[in-house]
């Protein structure tokens, strides 16, 4: 299983970027997929998660601006990320686990990652 992850890049604070994993090897079904992000000096923190059979979950600091969903088609989990904030920069890597677990928040629960894109969000 490889997962790749795409979209990042410089943005305005207020803006929207979207990032995309791609993933090959296998479907999403019967598992999840995540989006982690990491800023310099600090954990990794949950950013949201989406379940094969439609459940979305996000962190509290993103409720409300960013939307994870996922194109079945092209077995592709994206993240909107809209009204982008300084505090958003950071490197945002997609992960994968089967099966689903209520840990879902808790990095060291998936096994699949992909490679970090860098997100920036200039003041």
């Known amino acids: 299983v490889q997962l790749q992850a795409s979209g990042g890049g410089l943005v305005q604070a207020g803006g929207s970027l979207r990032l995309s994993c791609v993933l090959s090897g296998r479907t999403i079904s019967g598992g999840t997929v995540a989006w982690f992000r990491q800023a310099p000096e600090k954990e990794r923190e949950f950013v949201a998660a989406r379940r094969e059979n439609g459940a979305t979950y996000y962190g509290d600091s993103v409720k409300g601006r960013f939307t994870i969903s996922r194109d079945s088609a092209k077995n592709t989990v994206s993240l909107q990320m809209n009204s982008l904030k300084p505090e958003d920069t950071a490197v945002y890597y997609c992960?994968?686990?089967?099966?689903?677990?209520?840990?879902?928040?808790?990095?060291?629960?998936?096994?699949?990652w992909g490679k970090g894109t860098l997100v920036t969000v200039s003041s």
């Open positions: 992960a994968a686990r089967w099966p689903h677990t209520v840990l879902y928040r808790n990095a060291n629960e998936y096994g699949y």
